[in-house]
């Protein structure tokens, strides 16, 4: 499958904005405080500015994403078929998840910028309260888990991509989308200086590459398994051996442009490697430094957050590369 | 609405008859003319008498060669008609052995209204559809916001996206054909069934088994295009007969007569000098 631009930027930007979202939903579910004392928003530094590049990261990706479409203006159509499309349900969800982030954005907002002793609108006491509490803060995690799970699916369900429809898939989205949001939370305890990074932070974020890395291992073992049995596309398998001797166009069609896009084995093996390297070994061993060293920990967060998404885009890059569709058997292709 | 219809007692398809299509690409071009102009066109092409033409088709016909007939178990052995060739059979003065036999068929492909087609649940916008009452999975071109997931979801390659238009198109089974009632009743039928001049090509209700569709599948054992994918198609194909196999027939070149000796003298006369 041809990989383009602005679904791959789409899915790592999104991804780990979602993942942004979902930690600062599990640190608000953590840290109940939020909800009784409106300055505890203001100390809370660290989740105001997961809350915030999260929705950069989120909207940037969601932009992107309609640049692929070819009717871009008509765009609010896709939120009618929830009941069938994943890719539906996957924008449907998208807005929804603006709605709690949204509301704890503006929380943070309020209760930053506005100063102690100027308490008197007993609605923004209101709309503190809701925000910081516990409900809240599992519903926008929940949310942003469901969202990335409709993004995974979009890909799992189509049955003509052996390389998409396995059980690889989902988790991949799902494991990726909090480790990259991980690392940038990473980056923002350091820029915000609130606290140095949490231990468990970094903790986590090894635990999360080393996991990523073995799954992405796993998920490559399986696509190099030849599948058992290649579908036999024109049926006359049964008659002999099938040769594809004359294509039914001189040029390149929209289906072996978009369908066709192979990359050469010896580059994939490289880039695989590089996924391994920076999307996952690198990152944890700067989370490893930064645990034994803390004054290192806001440098390595910057190097980590650069290399760390750089190697979750190539394999993202790679996960439509690598992928064939099985109408290319009707080409001659030999495995779908 | 992209969740399918109940399914219906009408299914209207194509029966494409592998044997006798010649691979002439009049279908292709039939329905390309057809549509250009029809209900759901245009189909326009980029770049169309340039180095790179680029356009879409609703359909494509490909060539294959099928070599190795017989040293497998075949399919039309199995529908009776017994085949005793050796596995390979060498011509004489040859070094190399030949297979038993190779044939090439012609494969047109479009779309094979499948009874539950992912690529109408697949569509976001409700711009895909399957009609209840006859099958014919259509695209709604003024729903369609080109995000493309049909054509992934599509096993066959059937859909193609107009990057001219900014949306997907697909073959309608020339729905603006077959119910058309300016047109005369026996032209109501697809432009590529029209077209094909070796009558490759079939047009009826395959849900109805007493259909002439549904007998000619049932009596040449047509078939659905890879089934295991759960598609259901409802398209079928007809395989190719299994042709004569040359090593077994009897030579039909006699050697001529050398024997001189029935010639009467003249002749016998001539035949030396003309000889010389
Ligand atoms: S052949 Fe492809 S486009 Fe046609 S109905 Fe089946 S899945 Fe859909
Ligand atoms: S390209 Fe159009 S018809 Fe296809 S899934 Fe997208 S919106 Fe639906």
């Known amino acids: 499958m041809r990989p383009t631009f602005s679904i791959i930027f789409f899915t790592v930007a999104s991804g780990a904005g979602y993942g942004l979202w979902i930690l600062a939903g599990w640190l608000i579910l953590l840290a109940p405080r939020l909800a009784e004392d409106r300055n505890a928003w203001a100390a809370n530094d660290l989740v105001c500015a997961a809350l915030c590049a999260g929705f950069l990261l989120v909207s940037a990706g969601l932009v992107s994403s309609l640049a692929h479409l070819g009717q871009p203006q008509r765009a609010w159509r896709a939120l009618s078929q929830w009941r069938s499309s994943w890719l539906?349900?996957?924008?449907?969800?998208?807005?929804?998840?603006?709605?709690?982030?949204?509301?704890?954005?503006?929380?943070?907002?309020?209760?930053?910028?506005?100063?102690?002793?100027?308490?008197?609108?007993n609605s923004t006491n209101w709309l503190l309260r809701m925000a910081g509490s516990r409900g809240a803060g599992a519903v926008l995690a929940l949310m942003a888990i469901i969202t990335l799970f409709c993004t995974a699916n979009i890909y799992a369900c189509l049955k003509p991509i052996r390389a998409w429809h396995n059980r690889f898939v989902v988790p991949g989205y799902l494991l990726l989308g909090t480790y990259s949001g991980a690392l940038w939370a990473w980056l923002l305890s350091g820029v915000t200086q609130a606290s140095l990074a949490p231990p468990s932070l970094l903790i986590g974020i090894c635990s999360a590459a080393v996991a990523g890395g073995l799954l992405k291992l796993a998920y490559w073992q399986f696509l190099d398994k030849p599948a058992p049995q290649a579908p036999d596309a024109t049926g006359l398998g049964a008659l002999g051996n099938v040769r594809s001797v004359e294509q039914p166009h001189t040029e390149e069609n929209y289906l072996t442009h978009e369908m066709g896009f192979r990359i050469a084995r010896k580059h994939a093996?490289?880039?695989?490697?590089?996924?391994?390297?920076?999307?996952?070994?690198?990152?944890?061993?700067?989370?490893?430094?930064?645990?034994?060293?803390?004054?290192?920990?806001?440098?390595?967060?910057?190097?980590?957050?650069?290399?760390?998404?750089?190697?979750?885009?190539?394999?993202?890059?790679?996960?439509?590369?690598?992928?064939?569709?099985?109408?290319?058997?009707?080409?001659?292709?030999?495995?779908? | 609405?992209?969740?399918?219809?109940?399914?219906?007692?009408?299914?209207?398809?194509?029966?494409?008859?592998?044997?006798?299509?010649?691979?002439?690409?009049?279908?292709?071009?039939?329905?390309?003319?057809?549509?250009?102009?029809?209900?759901?066109?245009p189909l326009p092409d980029a770049d169309p008498y340039g180095a790179e033409p680029h356009g879409v088709w609703f359909n494509r016909v490909h060539t294959y060669e099928i070599s190795g007939i017989g040293n497998r178990e075949s399919g039309i052995e199995k529908a009776g008609a017994a085949r005793k060739s050796p596995c390979a059979s060498s011509i004489p003065h040859s070094p190399l052995p030949i297979p038993a036999a190779t044939q090439s068929v012609h494969f047109p492909r479009s779309c094979l209204h499948c009874e539950t087609p992912a690529c109408v649940?697949?569509?976001?916008?409700?711009?895909?559809?399957?009609?209840?009452?006859?099958?014919?999975?259509?695209?709604?071109?003024?729903?369609?916001?080109?995000?493309?997931?049909?054509?992934?979801?599509?096993?066959?390659?059937?859909?193609?996206?107009?990057?001219?238009?900014?949306?997907?198109?697909?073959?309608?089974?020339?729905?603006?054909?077959?119910?058309?009632?300016?047109?005369?009743?026996?032209?109501?039928?697809?432009?590529?069934?029209?077209?094909?001049?070796?009558?490759?090509?079939?047009?009826?209700?395959?849900?109805?088994?007493?259909?002439?569709?549904?007998?000619?599948?049932?009596?040449?054992?047509?078939?659905?295009?890879?089934?295991?994918?759960?598609?259901?198609?409802?398209?079928?194909?007809?395989?190719?007969?299994?042709?004569?196999?040359?090593?077994?027939?009897?030579?039909?070149?006699?050697?001529?007569?050398?024997?001189?000796?029935?010639?009467?003298?003249?002749?016998?006369?001539?035949?030396?000098?003309?000889?010389?």
């Not at chain 1, 969800?93 to 704890?104: N, W």
Request: glycine content about 8%; charged content about 20%.
């Open chain 1, 88 to 121: 539906s349900r996957e924008g449907v969800a998208a807005l929804l998840c603006y709605l709690p982030a949204g509301t704890m954005l503006l929380a943070c907002i309020l209760g930053s910028w506005t100063s102690a002793d100027a308490i008197h609108a």
């Open chain 1, 269 to 336: 093996r490289k880039l695989r490697a590089l996924v391994l390297a920076c999307g996952f070994s690198l990152p944890a061993l700067l989370a490893a430094l930064a645990l034994v060293l803390p004054s290192a920990s806001a440098w390595a967060s910057w190097f980590a957050v650069l290399i760390g998404m750089g190697g979750i885009f190539v394999e993202r890059w790679l996960f439509f590369a690598e992928a064939k569709h099985a109408v290319m058997l009707f080409y001659g292709a030999r495995s779908a």
């Open chain 2, 1 to 41: 609405m992209t969740s399918l219809p109940a399914p219906s007692t009408r299914k209207l398809g194509l029966v494409i008859d592998l044997d006798i299509c010649v691979g002439c690409h009049a279908c292709a071009v039939a329905c390309k003319e057809w549509n250009d102009g029809g209900a759901f066109g």
């Open chain 2, 121 to 276: 649940t697949v569509c976001p916008t409700g711009a895909s559809y399957k009609r209840a009452e006859d099958g014919i999975v259509l695209v709604d071109e003024d729903k369609c916001i080109g995000c493309q997931l049909c054509a992934w979801a599509c096993p066959y390659g059937a859909r193609e996206f107009s990057a001219k238009r900014g949306v997907m198109q697909k073959c309608t089974l020339c729905v603006d054909r077959i119910y058309n009632e300016t047109l005369e009743p026996h032209d109501r039928q697809p432009a590529c069934v029209k077209a094909c001049p070796t009558r490759a090509r079939h047009f009826g209700d395959l849900g109805d088994e007493n259909s002439d569709v549904s007998k000619l599948v049932a009596e040449r054992g047509g078939y659905a295009l890879m089934p295991e994918l759960g598609y259901q198609p409802v398209n079928r194909y007809l395989p190719p007969r299994p042709r004569r196999d040359a090593s077994q027939l009897k030579p039909t070149i006699h050697p001529e007569p050398s024997d001189e000796t029935p010639m009467p003298p003249l002749l016998r006369w001539i035949d030396r000098v003309l000889s010389r």
